[in-house]
Nanobody, 121 residues
Framework: QVQLVESGGGLVQPGESLTLSCAAS????????MNWYRQAPGKGRELVAVITRAGGVNYADSVKGRFTISRDDAKNTVFLQMNSLKPEDTAVYYC???????????????WGQGTQVTVSS
């Protein structure tokens, strides 16, 4: 089994920063692309940032220049550094990863349980 566990959410004021972490654990052979999504109240789930195994990154237009995604493959962990936070960034943030389990032949997508980020004065 594979588990993804997010941490780092919380309540911050507009303009402040926050860093989210997501660690994958279990019988893992390879972790491929890792992603951050978010879901605001009453809205659908939105792709925020992507990082490939090769280190290529992509961001939603709404967070470009403010958010940075990175990864530590030795720890199977992905990070999301969020700067200049705005009230509209308020959402539950989820990590997602394509994982090849030990002894398996194909990658499977896994999700974390989500962590709440609230930006409010």
């Amino acid at each position: 089994q594979v588990q993804l566990v997010e941490s780092g959410g919380g309540l911050v004021q507009p303009g402040e920063s926050l860093t989210l972490s997501c660690a994958a654990s279990g019988s893992i052979s390879v972790v491929n692309t890792m992603n951050w999504y978010r879901q605001a109240p009453g809205k659908g789930r939105e792709l925020v940032a992507v990082i490939t195994r090769a280190g290529g990154v992509n961001y939603a237009d709404s967070v470009k220049g403010r958010f940075t995604i990175s990864r530590d493959d030795a720890k199977n962990t992905v990070f999301l550094q969020m700067n200049s936070l705005k009230p509209e960034d308020t959402a539950v943030y989820y990590c997602n990863a394509d994982v090849l389990q030990t002894g398996r032949l194909r990658f499977v997508g896994y999700w974390g349980q989500g962590t709440q980020v609230t930006v409010s004065s």
